[in-house]
C-alpha cells in the first residue's frame, strides 16, 4: 500500500496528474469537433467554450469542508440545453466534459490529500537524543516538510543512557498547510498529519518574534550541555515561547554562535522569550516523580530592569592604572547595566588564539568582572569565579565604559 501512496505522491508533485488530464481533454475535444454535424465558424473556439462552462464553479467553505457547486453546467443545463443551435450535441458533450473534468480533478486532489496526509511510522532502531536530530531530518525530507516549521508543542522524556521514553512534537508547517504530530508508539516513530484548511486553524503565536523553528530547537537541544546528575532518573526537555515569569536566576543565554551558556546579568528582567526548560526527575515511587532541579535556556530573550533593582549592587569600574570609580548613584547604576544588557555578546570561537590583556573593567558584588581592552575593542573577557571566556562586543562598548575613568 505504501508504494501506492508514493506513485500517488509522485504522480501529482511530477505534474503526471496534469499531463495526463491536458492530454485527455484535447484528445476528446479534438475527436468531438470532427463528429460535428455540420460546418460552423469558430467552432473549435465554441468546443473550448462550452468546455470552460462546464469547469465554471462557485465554493464556499462550511465549517472545515468545502463545498463545490458546478455553476457552469447548471447554467448551461437549465438555460442554454434546450436552446436550437448548430452542433448542438458536441457542444452539450465538451460541456459535460468540462464538469467531469471539475469533479475528476477535485477526486484527484482528495485522493493526492489523503496520501499526502496519512499517518505514517518510521521504523528507525535505537531512537535516542544522540540521534533525535538526524531523526528529524528523515522524517522531514519523507514527509517534504519546509526548514521554517514553528513548534506548537515539544516535549521530551530521556534516561541516563538519552533513551526516548516519551516524544510529543506537535509542528505547524505554513508552506505546506500542515499540522504534523509526531511521537513514539510501541518502539517507532508515529506521524500524524493533518490539512490547513483554514485560517482558523493556524496557531496564533502570540510572541511570534520570540519563537524558535523545531530545526533551530533541535540544534541547540544537541548542542548545549546539560548537566547530568547521579539521582536522576529521567530528565524532562520543553519548549516555550513565553517565558517572562521565570526567575532570572535559573536563566541561561545560548550562545548562537557555538551553543555555549552563560548565566545572565543579575537584577534583569526578562519581558519575553522563548527556549527550553530543562527538568532532571527523580523516581519517588512507582508513577511518581520529583523534581531535582530546573532550568530555562534562551534561544531568544528581551531583557529589562528598573533602577530600584540595582539599590544593593556594587558596581565598579576599573583601568589598569588602578583607577577605580564605583558607581552609586542608583540611575547611573540602571543606566550602565541596560548598556550592557541591550547588546548581544557572542562568545568568539577561536579564544584559545587571544593573546591580549584587558586595561578596562567592569565589576559586581556578584562575582562578575568584565574586563575590554583597548587594543582590540572588539573583544572582551568575562570572568566568572575561575572561569574566563572571550566575547565579540560591539567595538564601541569601550569607549562608552571608559568615560566613567574619564570623569
Not at 548545549?224 to 526537555?237: G, N, Q, R, S, V
Not at 548581544?344 to 573593567?361: K, Q
Request: net charge negative; aromatic share 14%.
Amino acid at each position: 500500500m505504501e508504494y501506492i501512496y508514493r506513485f500517488i505522491e509522485f504522480a501529482e508533485e511530477s505534474g503526471m496528474v496534469d499531463l495526463i488530464f491536458g492530454g485527455a481533454i484535447v484528445s476528446y475535444l479534438i475527436y468531438i469537433y470532427y463528429k460535428k454535424e455540420e460546418n460552423e465558424k469558430y467552432l473549435a473556439l465554441k468546443l473550448v467554450g462550452f468546455f470552460l462552462l462546464g469547469l465554471l464553479r462557485v465554493g464556499f467553505t462550511y465549517d472545515w469542508y468545502s463545498i463545490i457547486i458546478p455553476a457552469g453546467f447548471l447554467l448551461y443545463w437549465f438555460l442554454l440545453k434546450n436552446k436550437e443551435r448548430p452542433n448542438n450535441i458536441i457542444k452539450k458533450k465538451a460541456t459535460i466534459l468540462g464538469v467531469s473534468i471539475l469533479y475528476l480533478t477535485i477526486l484527484s486532489n482528495i485522493i493526492y490529500d489523503f496520501a499526502d496526509y496519512r499517518d505514517m511510522k518510521f521504523d528507525i532502531k535505537n531512537i535516542s537524543m544522540d540521534t533525535l536530530k538526524e531523526d528529524y531530518k528523515t522524517i522531514r525530507n519523507e514527509l517534504g516538510l519546509s526548514w521554517e516549521t514553528d513548534i506548537i508543542n515539544f516535549e521530551v522524556k530521556y534516561d541516563n543512557n538519552k533513551k526516548i521514553k516519551l516524544l510529543d512534537m506537535y509542528i505547524e508547517d505554513k508552506v505546506n498547510n500542515k499540522l504534523v504530530s509526531i511521537g513514539i508508539y510501541n518502539g517507532d516513530y508515529s506521524i500524524k498529519q493533518s490539512k490547513i484548511n483554514n485560517k482558523d486553524q493556524i496557531v496564533d503565536h502570540e510572541f511570534g518574534e520570540f519563537s524558535t523553528t523545531i530545526e533551530e530547537l533541535l540544534e541547540t537541544i544537541d548542542n548545549i550541555e546539560l548537566k547530568k546528575y547521579d539521582k536522576a532518573d529521567i530528565y524532562t526537555i520543553k519548549y516555550e515561547n513565553d517565558l517572562s515569569y521565570i526567575e532570572n536566576k535559573k536563566a541561561y543565554i545560548v550562545n548562537s554562535s557555538n551553543y555555549s551558556t552563560d548565566k545572565l546579568y543579575p537584577n534583569s528582567d526578562i519581558i519575553n522569550a522563548s527556549g527550553i526548560m530543562y527538568i532532571p526527575m527523580e523516581k519517588v515511587s512507582e508513577g511518581s516523580w520529583s523534581d531535582i532541579d530546573y532550568k530555562y535556556y534562551l534561544t531568544s530573550y528581551e531583557i529589562s530592569s528598573n533602577e530600584e533593582d540595582y539599590e544593593d549592587v556594587e558596581i565598579t569600574i576599573e583601568n589598569i592604572n588602578n583607577k577605580s570609580v564605583l558607581i552609586d548613584d542608583i540611575y547611573e547604576k540602571h543606566k550602565l547595566m541596560e548598556e550592557l544588557n541591550s547588546i548581544h555578546i557572542t562568545r568568539w570561537n577561536g579564544e584559545s588564539d587571544v593573546d591580549l590583556e584587558p586595561d578596562l573593567f567592569i565589576k559586581d558584588n556578584d562575582g562578575n568582572r568584565l574586563g575590554l581592552c583597548s587594543k582590540d575593542k572588539g573583544l572582551a573577557r568575562r570572568d566568572i569565579g575561575e572561569t574566563s571566556v572571550w566575547y565579540i562586543v560591539p567595538s564601541d562598548l569601550y569607549d562608552k565604559i571608559n568615560i566613567y575613568t574619564m570623569k
